[in-house]
Protein backbone atom coordinates (compact mmCIF):
# COMPACT_ATOMS: atom_id res chain seq x y z
CA UNK A 1 0.00 0.00 0.00
CA UNK A 2 1.14 3.11 -1.06
CA UNK A 3 1.04 5.74 1.74
CA UNK A 4 2.45 9.39 3.30
CA UNK A 5 3.31 8.64 6.60
CA UNK A 6 3.19 11.70 7.87
CA UNK A 7 0.43 12.84 6.82
CA UNK A 8 -1.40 9.19 8.03
CA UNK A 9 0.04 9.76 11.62
CA UNK A 10 -0.43 13.51 12.04
CA UNK A 11 -4.61 12.56 11.19
CA UNK A 12 -4.60 10.20 13.86
CA UNK A 13 -2.88 12.23 16.57
CA UNK A 14 -5.74 14.99 15.46
CA UNK A 15 -8.41 12.14 16.03
CA UNK A 16 -6.42 11.23 18.99
CA UNK A 17 -6.87 15.31 20.40
CA UNK A 18 -10.44 14.37 21.27
CA UNK A 19 -10.49 13.08 24.70
CA UNK A 20 -14.10 12.56 25.21
CA UNK A 21 -14.56 10.62 21.61
CA UNK A 22 -11.17 8.13 23.02
CA UNK A 23 -12.97 7.59 26.47
CA UNK A 24 -16.55 6.31 24.89
CA UNK A 25 -14.22 4.38 22.25
CA UNK A 26 -11.91 2.72 24.51
CA UNK A 27 -14.65 1.82 27.11
CA UNK A 28 -16.85 -0.12 25.06
CA UNK A 29 -17.29 -3.54 26.06
CA UNK A 30 -15.55 -5.39 23.09
CA UNK A 31 -12.44 -3.58 24.07
CA UNK A 32 -11.76 -4.96 27.76
CA UNK A 33 -9.66 -7.99 27.73
CA UNK A 34 -9.66 -10.48 30.43
CA UNK A 35 -6.46 -12.93 31.57
CA UNK A 36 -6.71 -15.33 33.86
CA UNK A 37 -9.83 -13.69 35.81
CA UNK A 38 -7.83 -9.73 35.62
CA UNK A 39 -9.50 -7.65 33.55
CA UNK A 40 -6.95 -5.03 31.49
CA UNK A 41 -8.53 -1.74 30.47
CA UNK A 42 -8.19 -0.87 26.72
CA UNK A 43 -7.05 3.10 28.64
CA UNK A 44 -5.68 4.09 31.98
CA UNK A 45 -4.92 7.84 31.76
CA UNK A 46 -1.94 8.38 33.90
CA UNK A 47 -0.02 5.41 32.25
CA UNK A 48 2.25 5.71 29.42
CA UNK A 49 1.72 2.68 28.44
CA UNK A 50 -2.40 3.41 27.82
CA UNK A 51 -2.75 6.70 28.62
CA UNK A 52 -2.20 11.00 27.67
CA UNK A 53 1.22 10.21 28.86
CA UNK A 54 1.81 8.00 25.88
CA UNK A 55 -0.21 10.41 22.98
CA UNK A 56 2.07 13.17 24.66
CA UNK A 57 5.37 11.35 23.13
CA UNK A 58 3.35 11.61 19.97
CA UNK A 59 3.14 15.01 19.93
CA UNK A 60 6.43 15.43 20.67
CA UNK A 61 7.47 13.59 17.81
CA UNK A 62 5.51 15.67 15.76
CA UNK A 63 6.30 19.28 16.63
CA UNK A 64 9.72 18.00 16.02
CA UNK A 65 8.42 16.75 12.31
CA UNK A 66 6.34 19.98 12.02
CA UNK A 67 7.93 22.78 14.06
CA UNK A 68 5.78 25.45 11.84
CA UNK A 69 2.63 23.25 13.23
CA UNK A 70 1.78 24.94 16.50
CA UNK A 71 -1.02 22.50 17.23
CA UNK A 72 0.55 19.45 18.13
CA UNK A 73 1.74 21.73 21.33
CA UNK A 74 -1.59 23.13 22.10
CA UNK A 75 -2.82 19.70 22.20
CA UNK A 76 -0.02 18.54 23.95
CA UNK A 77 -0.55 21.12 26.67
CA UNK A 78 -4.29 19.92 26.90
CA UNK A 79 -3.40 16.87 27.73
CA UNK A 80 -0.82 17.84 30.27
CA UNK A 81 -3.38 19.64 32.05
CA UNK A 82 -5.22 16.40 32.40
CA UNK A 83 -3.20 14.67 33.85
CA UNK A 84 -2.17 17.20 36.32
CA UNK A 85 -6.06 17.42 36.95
CA UNK A 86 -5.27 13.12 37.31
CA UNK A 87 -2.00 13.78 39.66
CA UNK A 88 -3.71 16.08 42.03
CA UNK A 89 -6.82 13.49 42.87
CA UNK A 90 -5.14 10.05 42.79
CA UNK A 91 -1.43 10.82 42.84
CA UNK A 92 1.30 8.01 41.49
CA UNK A 93 1.20 4.62 42.42
CA UNK A 94 4.97 3.89 41.50
CA UNK A 95 8.05 5.92 40.11
CA UNK A 96 7.90 3.14 36.99
CA UNK A 97 8.18 4.26 33.66
CA UNK A 98 5.12 2.68 32.14
CA UNK A 99 2.58 3.10 35.30
CA UNK A 100 3.73 5.97 37.05
CA UNK A 101 5.92 8.84 37.20
CA UNK A 102 8.54 8.41 35.18
CA UNK A 103 6.36 7.30 31.99
CA UNK A 104 4.98 11.09 33.06
CA UNK A 105 8.08 13.13 33.37
CA UNK A 106 9.44 11.65 30.22
CA UNK A 107 6.11 12.99 28.66
CA UNK A 108 6.49 16.17 29.51
CA UNK A 109 10.35 16.31 29.10
CA UNK A 110 9.60 15.67 25.24
CA UNK A 111 6.89 18.14 24.62
CA UNK A 112 8.97 20.72 26.66
CA UNK A 113 10.51 22.42 23.33
CA UNK A 114 13.79 20.92 24.71
CA UNK A 115 13.40 22.26 27.99
CA UNK A 116 11.94 25.81 27.27
CA UNK A 117 8.76 25.06 29.06
CA UNK A 118 7.37 23.18 31.71
CA UNK A 119 10.46 22.93 33.85
CA UNK A 120 8.17 23.74 36.92
CA UNK A 121 6.61 20.33 36.00
CA UNK A 122 9.16 18.88 35.46
CA UNK A 123 11.23 19.86 38.22
CA UNK A 124 8.22 18.65 40.70
CA UNK A 125 8.00 15.61 39.09
CA UNK A 126 12.08 14.61 38.96
CA UNK A 127 12.24 16.07 42.70
CA UNK A 128 9.32 13.23 43.74
CA UNK A 129 11.37 10.85 41.77
CA UNK A 130 14.86 11.91 43.40
CA UNK A 131 13.14 11.90 46.78
CA UNK A 132 11.60 8.28 46.37
CA UNK A 133 14.27 6.63 44.53
CA UNK A 134 16.35 5.45 47.34
CA UNK A 135 13.31 3.71 49.31
CA UNK A 136 11.99 2.15 46.00
CA UNK A 137 14.98 0.46 45.01
CA UNK A 138 17.89 -0.19 47.59
CA UNK A 139 16.08 -3.71 48.91
CA UNK A 140 15.16 -4.86 45.23
CA UNK A 141 18.12 -7.40 45.82
CA UNK A 142 17.22 -9.62 48.22
CA UNK A 143 18.64 -13.35 49.59
CA UNK A 144 15.63 -15.04 48.10
CA UNK A 145 15.88 -13.99 44.80
CA UNK A 146 13.35 -10.89 43.03
CA UNK A 147 11.15 -9.87 41.43
CA UNK A 148 10.84 -8.77 37.11
CA UNK A 149 9.24 -5.54 38.95
CA UNK A 150 11.48 -4.43 40.66
CA UNK A 151 14.07 -4.30 38.08
CA UNK A 152 12.76 -3.91 34.55
CA UNK A 153 11.89 -1.52 31.82
CA UNK A 154 7.66 -1.66 32.39
CA UNK A 155 7.96 -1.31 36.25
CA UNK A 156 11.06 -1.65 37.70
CA UNK A 157 14.50 0.55 38.46
CA UNK A 158 15.56 -0.05 34.52
CA UNK A 159 13.02 2.05 33.12
CA UNK A 160 13.23 5.13 35.55
CA UNK A 161 17.59 4.69 34.87
CA UNK A 162 16.14 5.43 31.11
CA UNK A 163 14.48 8.06 31.64
CA UNK A 164 17.15 9.76 34.89
CA UNK A 165 20.07 9.03 31.86
CA UNK A 166 18.33 12.33 30.29
CA UNK A 167 19.97 14.59 32.73
CA UNK A 168 23.11 12.42 33.18
CA UNK A 169 25.47 15.42 33.19
CA UNK A 170 23.99 17.13 35.97
CA UNK A 171 25.54 16.14 39.62
CA UNK A 172 22.27 15.42 41.65
CA UNK A 173 20.87 13.27 38.78
CA UNK A 174 24.21 11.55 38.24
CA UNK A 175 24.38 10.50 42.10
CA UNK A 176 21.12 8.80 42.08
CA UNK A 177 21.92 6.90 38.61
CA UNK A 178 25.23 5.80 39.91
CA UNK A 179 22.93 4.03 42.70
CA UNK A 180 21.25 2.78 40.36
CA UNK A 181 24.11 1.57 38.91
CA UNK A 182 25.47 -0.38 41.87
CA UNK A 183 21.71 -1.35 42.44
CA UNK A 184 21.93 -3.36 39.28
CA UNK A 185 25.45 -4.88 39.50
CA UNK A 186 24.79 -6.30 42.47
CA UNK A 187 22.07 -7.81 41.07
CA UNK A 188 24.16 -9.79 39.05
CA UNK A 189 26.10 -11.21 41.57
CA UNK A 190 25.47 -14.84 42.88
CA UNK A 191 23.14 -15.76 46.09
CA UNK A 192 22.59 -19.57 46.75
CA UNK A 193 19.39 -20.90 46.29
CA UNK A 194 18.26 -24.65 47.38
CA UNK A 195 22.22 -25.34 48.05
CA UNK A 196 22.94 -24.18 44.52
CA UNK A 197 24.57 -20.90 43.30
CA UNK A 198 22.55 -18.97 41.19
CA UNK A 199 23.05 -15.31 39.26
CA UNK A 200 21.09 -13.02 41.65
CA UNK A 201 18.25 -11.93 39.19
CA UNK A 202 16.57 -15.36 40.16
CA UNK A 203 13.01 -15.06 40.51
CA UNK A 204 11.44 -17.60 42.98
CA UNK A 205 8.22 -19.66 42.76
CA UNK A 206 6.30 -16.77 44.44
CA UNK A 207 7.13 -14.20 42.44
CA UNK A 208 6.00 -15.20 39.33
CA UNK A 209 3.16 -13.40 37.31
CA UNK A 210 0.83 -16.09 37.22
CA UNK A 211 -0.89 -19.26 39.10
CA UNK A 212 0.01 -20.60 35.63
CA UNK A 213 3.84 -19.75 35.95
CA UNK A 214 3.89 -20.62 39.57
CA UNK A 215 2.97 -24.31 37.85
CA UNK A 216 5.12 -24.27 35.31
CA UNK A 217 8.42 -23.07 37.26
CA UNK A 218 7.78 -24.79 40.87
CA UNK A 219 11.70 -23.80 41.90
CA UNK A 220 11.21 -20.24 39.93
CA UNK A 221 13.15 -19.23 37.06
CA UNK A 222 15.41 -16.35 34.80
CA UNK A 223 14.05 -14.13 32.72
CA UNK A 224 16.21 -13.27 29.60
CA UNK A 225 13.45 -10.59 27.99
CA UNK A 226 13.90 -7.18 27.11
CA UNK A 227 10.80 -5.66 28.68
CA UNK A 228 10.42 -8.07 31.84
CA UNK A 229 13.63 -9.90 31.89
CA UNK A 230 17.74 -9.42 32.18
CA UNK A 231 18.52 -8.08 29.23
CA UNK A 232 17.09 -3.88 30.05
CA UNK A 233 19.29 -4.09 32.62
CA UNK A 234 21.76 -5.45 30.36
CA UNK A 235 21.25 -2.12 28.11
CA UNK A 236 21.15 -0.02 30.87
CA UNK A 237 24.45 -0.88 32.13
CA UNK A 238 25.56 -0.91 28.22
CA UNK A 239 24.27 2.49 27.56
CA UNK A 240 25.58 4.30 30.71
CA UNK A 241 28.53 2.98 30.30
CA UNK A 242 29.25 3.58 26.63
CA UNK A 243 28.61 7.63 28.10
CA UNK A 244 31.11 7.33 30.99
CA UNK A 245 28.70 7.02 33.91
CA UNK A 246 30.77 3.72 35.45
CA UNK A 247 30.52 1.57 38.68
CA UNK A 248 32.25 -0.49 40.12
CA UNK A 249 32.02 -3.98 39.31
CA UNK A 250 29.93 -2.37 35.90
CA UNK A 251 31.93 -4.30 33.07
CA UNK A 252 32.14 -7.21 35.10
CA UNK A 253 27.77 -7.13 35.24
CA UNK A 254 27.62 -6.68 31.74
CA UNK A 255 30.32 -9.55 30.96
CA UNK A 256 28.59 -12.03 33.23
CA UNK A 257 24.73 -11.24 31.73
CA UNK A 258 26.61 -11.74 28.08
CA UNK A 259 27.69 -15.26 29.04
CA UNK A 260 24.38 -16.07 30.56
CA UNK A 261 22.88 -15.56 27.58
CA UNK A 262 25.12 -16.98 25.19
CA UNK A 263 25.20 -20.18 27.46
CA UNK A 264 21.38 -21.02 27.39
CA UNK A 265 20.11 -20.11 24.10
CA UNK A 266 18.84 -23.12 21.86
CA UNK A 267 19.52 -22.86 17.89
CA UNK A 268 16.49 -24.39 15.38
CA UNK A 269 18.40 -24.94 12.30
CA UNK A 270 18.37 -21.61 11.08
CA UNK A 271 19.36 -19.31 13.94
CA UNK A 272 19.92 -19.03 17.82
CA UNK A 273 16.85 -18.20 19.71
CA UNK A 274 15.98 -17.93 24.18
CA UNK A 275 13.20 -18.96 25.98
CA UNK A 276 11.41 -16.60 27.44
CA UNK A 277 12.09 -18.19 31.07
CA UNK A 278 14.52 -20.18 32.08
CA UNK A 279 14.22 -22.77 34.39
CA UNK A 280 15.99 -23.29 37.88
CA UNK A 281 16.67 -26.87 36.69
CA UNK A 282 18.22 -25.69 33.59
CA UNK A 283 20.29 -23.14 34.80
CA UNK A 284 21.44 -25.35 37.61
CA UNK A 285 22.12 -28.74 35.22
CA UNK A 286 23.73 -25.95 32.70
CA UNK A 287 21.44 -27.68 30.65
CA UNK A 288 18.36 -26.77 28.52
CA UNK A 289 15.04 -28.86 27.38
CA UNK A 290 12.40 -28.40 24.95
CA UNK A 291 9.85 -27.49 27.25
CA UNK A 292 7.86 -24.56 27.81
CA UNK A 293 9.45 -22.83 24.30
CA UNK A 294 6.96 -20.18 23.19
CA UNK A 295 8.67 -18.50 19.83
CA UNK A 296 7.77 -14.67 19.65
CA UNK A 297 10.35 -12.40 18.19
CA UNK A 298 9.32 -9.49 19.41
CA UNK A 299 10.87 -5.96 21.39
CA UNK A 300 9.23 -7.52 24.67
CA UNK A 301 10.89 -10.89 24.23
CA UNK A 302 12.81 -12.87 21.78
CA UNK A 303 15.19 -12.24 19.76
CA UNK A 304 15.06 -8.75 18.52
CA UNK A 305 15.00 -7.27 22.46
CA UNK A 306 17.94 -9.74 23.47
CA UNK A 307 19.79 -8.98 20.41
CA UNK A 308 19.21 -5.01 21.03
CA UNK A 309 20.74 -5.87 24.23
CA UNK A 310 24.05 -7.61 22.77
CA UNK A 311 24.48 -4.94 20.26
CA UNK A 312 24.26 -2.28 23.22
CA UNK A 313 27.39 -3.94 25.24
CA UNK A 314 29.34 -4.76 22.02
CA UNK A 315 29.02 -0.94 21.57
CA UNK A 316 29.95 -0.46 25.33
CA UNK A 317 32.95 -2.78 25.18
CA UNK A 318 34.58 -2.05 22.46
CA UNK A 319 33.63 -5.62 21.10
CA UNK A 320 32.95 -6.13 17.16
CA UNK A 321 32.28 -9.97 17.76
CA UNK A 322 29.07 -9.47 19.85
CA UNK A 323 28.00 -6.54 17.61
CA UNK A 324 28.43 -8.74 14.48
CA UNK A 325 26.83 -11.76 16.52
CA UNK A 326 23.50 -9.70 17.02
CA UNK A 327 23.52 -7.84 13.72
CA UNK A 328 23.46 -11.27 11.93
CA UNK A 329 20.72 -13.00 14.35
CA UNK A 330 18.64 -10.17 13.62
CA UNK A 331 18.92 -10.36 10.34
CA UNK A 332 17.77 -13.92 10.20
CA UNK A 333 15.23 -13.11 12.48
CA UNK A 334 13.87 -10.77 10.41
CA UNK A 335 14.04 -13.42 7.48
CA UNK A 336 11.78 -15.46 9.51
CA UNK A 337 9.48 -14.09 12.42
CA UNK A 338 7.88 -16.10 14.65
CA UNK A 339 4.52 -15.30 16.59
CA UNK A 340 3.53 -12.00 15.73
CA UNK A 341 0.71 -10.58 14.35
CA UNK A 342 -0.35 -7.20 15.58
CA UNK A 343 0.87 -4.18 13.54
CA UNK A 344 1.76 -2.77 17.16
CA UNK A 345 4.57 -2.08 19.45
CA UNK A 346 5.29 -4.05 22.06
CA UNK A 347 4.59 -7.18 20.55
CA UNK A 348 4.27 -6.80 17.17
CA UNK A 349 5.85 -5.53 13.74
CA UNK A 350 6.14 -1.60 14.82
CA UNK A 351 8.61 -3.18 17.64
CA UNK A 352 10.75 -5.24 15.51
CA UNK A 353 11.11 -1.95 13.01
CA UNK A 354 12.08 0.16 15.60
CA UNK A 355 14.96 -2.16 16.93
CA UNK A 356 16.36 -2.25 13.63
CA UNK A 357 16.57 1.49 13.83
CA UNK A 358 18.25 1.65 16.69
CA UNK A 359 20.44 -0.46 15.86
CA UNK A 360 21.40 1.60 13.16
CA UNK A 361 21.75 5.01 15.09
CA UNK A 362 23.50 3.28 17.97
CA UNK A 363 26.46 2.02 15.72
CA UNK A 364 25.63 4.88 12.70
CA UNK A 365 25.39 2.46 10.17
CA UNK A 366 22.68 1.43 7.95
CA UNK A 367 22.49 -2.36 8.02
CA UNK A 368 18.54 -3.31 7.23
CA UNK A 369 17.48 -1.80 4.64
CA UNK A 370 15.40 -4.45 2.76
CA UNK A 371 14.50 -5.83 6.63
CA UNK A 372 12.93 -2.49 7.28
CA UNK A 373 11.09 -1.77 4.41
CA UNK A 374 9.65 -5.08 4.28
CA UNK A 375 8.49 -4.55 7.75
CA UNK A 376 7.07 -0.94 6.80
CA UNK A 377 5.03 -2.31 4.58
CA UNK A 378 3.68 -5.10 6.48
CA UNK A 379 2.87 -2.38 9.39
CA UNK A 380 0.91 -0.24 6.66
CA UNK A 381 -1.18 -3.42 5.64
CA UNK A 382 -3.22 -2.97 9.18
CA UNK A 383 -4.11 0.68 8.53
CA UNK A 384 -7.49 1.02 7.38
CA UNK A 385 -8.36 5.19 6.75
CA UNK A 386 -12.04 4.12 7.81
CA UNK A 387 -10.89 3.66 11.26
CA UNK A 388 -10.60 6.52 13.33
CA UNK A 389 -7.48 5.76 15.02
CA UNK A 390 -5.97 3.91 12.11
CA UNK A 391 -4.41 0.82 13.47
CA UNK A 392 -6.16 -1.89 16.11
CA UNK A 393 -4.28 -3.76 18.35
CA UNK A 394 -4.66 -7.73 17.17
CA UNK A 395 -4.59 -9.76 19.98
CA UNK A 396 -6.16 -13.53 20.89
CA UNK A 397 -9.64 -13.06 22.39
CA UNK A 398 -10.29 -13.74 25.76
CA UNK A 399 -11.20 -17.65 25.49
CA UNK A 400 -7.53 -17.68 23.16
CA UNK A 401 -8.90 -18.96 20.64
CA UNK A 402 -9.08 -16.61 18.14
CA UNK A 403 -7.03 -13.61 16.91
CA UNK A 404 -9.05 -10.50 17.59
CA UNK A 405 -8.77 -6.25 16.84
CA UNK A 406 -8.90 -4.22 19.46
CA UNK A 407 -9.28 -0.42 19.69
CA UNK A 408 -6.22 0.68 21.97
CA UNK A 409 -5.01 4.28 21.74
CA UNK A 410 -1.77 3.82 23.99
CA UNK A 411 1.66 3.64 23.53
CA UNK A 412 2.49 -0.30 24.46
CA UNK A 413 0.02 -1.91 22.37
CA UNK A 414 -1.85 0.57 20.56
CA UNK A 415 -1.96 2.86 17.44
CA UNK A 416 0.77 5.63 19.20
CA UNK A 417 3.44 3.01 19.63
CA UNK A 418 2.84 2.55 15.85
CA UNK A 419 2.87 6.30 14.45
CA UNK A 420 5.73 7.10 16.93
CA UNK A 421 8.20 3.96 15.01
CA UNK A 422 6.62 4.55 11.75
CA UNK A 423 7.72 8.49 11.91
CA UNK A 424 10.53 7.26 13.62
CA UNK A 425 11.55 5.54 10.26
CA UNK A 426 11.20 8.49 8.33
CA UNK A 427 12.83 10.82 10.34
CA UNK A 428 15.50 9.22 12.87
CA UNK A 429 16.63 11.34 15.86
CA UNK A 430 17.58 11.50 19.00
CA UNK A 431 13.75 12.24 20.23
CA UNK A 432 12.93 11.13 23.84
CA UNK A 433 10.56 8.69 23.04
CA UNK A 434 11.90 5.89 22.42
CA UNK A 435 13.90 5.59 25.83
CA UNK A 436 10.63 4.79 27.34
CA UNK A 437 11.66 1.34 25.79
CA UNK A 438 15.76 1.53 26.10
CA UNK A 439 15.87 1.94 22.32
CA UNK A 440 17.89 5.12 22.51
Known sequence: MECDILAMTKNIATNLSDYERMLKIMGRKENQRTWEGIEFEAFSPLTLSHGLPGIC?????????????????????????????????????????????????????SVSNDFLNYNKLLNTLNDYILNRFEESYSNIVKEEGTHSLYYDVIEGLSGVLSYLGIYRNQRKYYNVITRGLEILVNLTKDIEIQGQVVPGWYIPVQNQFSELEQDLYPKGNFNTSLSHGIAGP????????????????????IIKIIKFLFDFKLNDGERDFWKGQIDFDEVVNKKLTDENIIRRDAWCYGNPGICYAIVSAGNALDNQRLIDYGIENLRLTMNNIKGIFSPTFCHGYAGLYQVLNSVEMLLQKE????????????????????????????????????????????????????????????????????KAFLLA
Not at 73 to 87: D, K, T
Not at 234 to 253: C, H, K, P, T, Y
Request: with cysteine; hydrophobic share 40%.
Open 57 to 109: LLYGKLMECCPKEDKWGRFAHNYLSLMVEELNKKGFQSLSMFSGAAGVALSVA
Open 234 to 253: LIILSDMMANGIIVDGQEEA
Open 367 to 434: FFSLEKELLKNKIIDFYNPDYIYGFKNMELDNKMEKIKPYDVCGLLEGTTGVCLSLLEGEKKSDNLWK
